[in-house]
C-alpha cells in the first residue's frame, strides 16, 4: 500500500508541474500533429487513402511523441540535482518507477484523445466502428511502450548521448509493441473489419504488457543504484 500511494505523488508531482508548465504536453502534441499532417501528403490521393495508411500513421504518431516525452521523463531531477534524492527516498524504488510510468501513460494519453480525430479527419478512419476495441488497443500498447520506456530514460539519464541511444535501444525492444498496435487497429479501420484478430492483438498487447512490466519493476532498483 505504502508504494502505491508514493508512486501516486510521485505521479501527481509530475502531473502538476506539468499542468502549470505544460511544456512537455504541448511539444508532444505538436510533434503528433506534424507526423499526421505530413503523412497525409504522401498517403492521400484525390480523396482516396492508402489501404492500411491510417492505422500505421497513427501508432507512428503515438511512437515518435512519446519517445519525445521518455527522453524528459527524469529531465527535472537531473538539472535540479534531485534524482538522487529520488533514489535515496524512504520508498521501494519500486515506487519510482510506477510513478513515473502513470506520468508518463496520462501524458501520451491525453495527445492520443487529440491526434485519434486527427487521423478520422484526414484519413477517414472509422473510429466509431469499434471504440473500445480501438481504446483498448491503444492503451495496451501505450503502458507496454511506456513501461520499457521509463525504465530506459532511467538507466540513460546520467548520460549524455541519452537522446541519441533511447532510439537505439527501446525501438527493437518494443516492435512487437507496435507491430501488435498496428496490426490490431488496421483489423478494425479494414473496409471488411477482422474483431477476432484485434481481440487477439489485443491479447498479445497484454501479454507483453505484462512481462515488460514485472522485468522493468525488477530490474529498475539494481539499475537506479549504479
Known amino acids: 500500500m505504502d508504494i502505491v500511494r508514493a508512486a501516486w505523488l510521485i505521479a501527481r508531482k509530475d502531473l502538476l508541474i506539468e499542468a502549470r508548465s505544460r511544456e512537455l504536453l504541448s ?6 500533429i506534424a507526423c499526421v499532417l ?3 501528403f504522401a ?9 492500411g495508411a491510417a492505422a ?12 519525445l516525452a ?3 521523463t527524469f529531465e527535472r531531477e537531473r538539472h535540479s540535482e534531485t534524482l538522487r534524492a529520488l533514489v535515496l527516498a524512504p520508498v521501494e524504488r519500486a515506487a519510482v518507477y510506477l510513478g513515473k510510468l502513470v506520468a508518463l501513460v496520462v501524458l501520451m494519453t491525453a495527445v492520443e484523445i ?3 480525430p486527427v487521423i478520422g479527419l484526414f484519413f477517414g478512419a472509422p ?6 476495441m480501438l481504446t483498448a488497443l491503444l492503451v495496451a500498447g501505450t503502458i507496454g511502450f511506456a513501461a520499457v520506456g521509463t525504465l530506459f530514460s532511467a538507466m540513460l539519464a546520467r548520460t549524455r548521448s541519452r537522446d541519441v541511444l533511447l532510439p537505439i535501444l527501446l525501438y527493437p525492444m518494443t516492435v512487437p509493441i507496435v507491430i501488435g498496435g498496428v496490426m490490431g487497429t488496421a483489423a478494425i479501420f479494414d473496409p471488411e473489419p477482422d474483431f477476432v484478430r484485434a481481440q487477439t492483438l489485443l491479447s498479445m498487447l497484454v501479454f507483453f504488457d505484462v512481462i515488460f ?3 522493468a519493476l525488477w530490474t529498475f532498483a539494481p539499475v537506479m543504484s549504479e
Not at 27 to 32: E, N, V
Not at 43 to 51: A, C, D, N, Y
Not at 56 to 67: C, D
Open 27 to 32: 511539444t508532444t502534441l505538436f510533434l503528433a
Open 38 to 40: 505530413v503523412f497525409s
Open 43 to 51: 498517403f492521400v490521393r484525390e480523396g482516396r487513402v492508402m489501404e
Open 56 to 67: 500505421g500513421i497513427l501508432w507512428v504518431a503515438v511512437i515518435f511523441s512519446g519517445t
Open 70 to 72: 521518455l527522453g524528459r
Open 114 to 116: 487529440v491526434v485519434v
Open 127 to 132: 473510429l466509431g466502428r469499434a471504440p473500445l
Open 213 to 215: 512490466v514485472t522485468l
